[in-house]
């Protein structure tokens, strides 16, 4: 059974940086690729970020390009979001999920094994 394990969330200031993880059990993570997803109270939970199975292709929103860096260690079984300069508007619960590539990467429904989630609240 795939799973994946999100960690890393918490409360920080705006301006400050966290660092989030996605540990898989399982099954052997580069053989997937693994995009992360937010979702905020009340809104649709939407694409953050993408990274192919080698790591050699990433893709990222708008919203955090230039401020979020995703990138994996597969011989740790982990991929990571580092997330820097970080806005209210980026509170939300943080989400991984696995699918073979990042096609289409912004839909949640194209990938089909997700984590239980990681709150991040950005506030002063």
């Known amino acids: 059974q795939l799973q994946l394990v999100e960690s890393g969330g918490g409360l920080v200031q705006p301006g400050g940086s966290l660092r989030l993880s996605c540990a898989a059990s399982?099954?052997?993570?580069?053989?997937?690729?693994i995009g992360w997803f937010r979702q905020a109270p009340g809104k649709e939970r939407e694409g953050v970020s993408c990274?192919?199975?080698?790591?050699?292709?990433?893709v990222y929103a708008a919203s955090v390009k230039g401020r979020f860096t995703i990138s994996r260690d597969n011989a740790k079984n982990t991929v990571f979001l580092q997330m820097n300069s970080l806005k209210p508007e980026d509170t939300a619960v943080y989400y991984c999920?696995?699918?073979?590539?990042?096609?289409?990467?912004?839909?949640?429904?194209?990938?089909?094994?997700w984590g239980q989630g990681t709150q991040v609240t950005v506030s002063s």
């Open positions: 999920a696995s699918e073979e590539d990042c096609w289409s990467w912004w839909s949640p429904i194209r990938f089909s094994s």
């Open positions: 399982g099954f052997t993570l580069d053989d997937y690729a």
């Open positions: 990274i192919s199975t080698s790591g050699g292709s990433t």
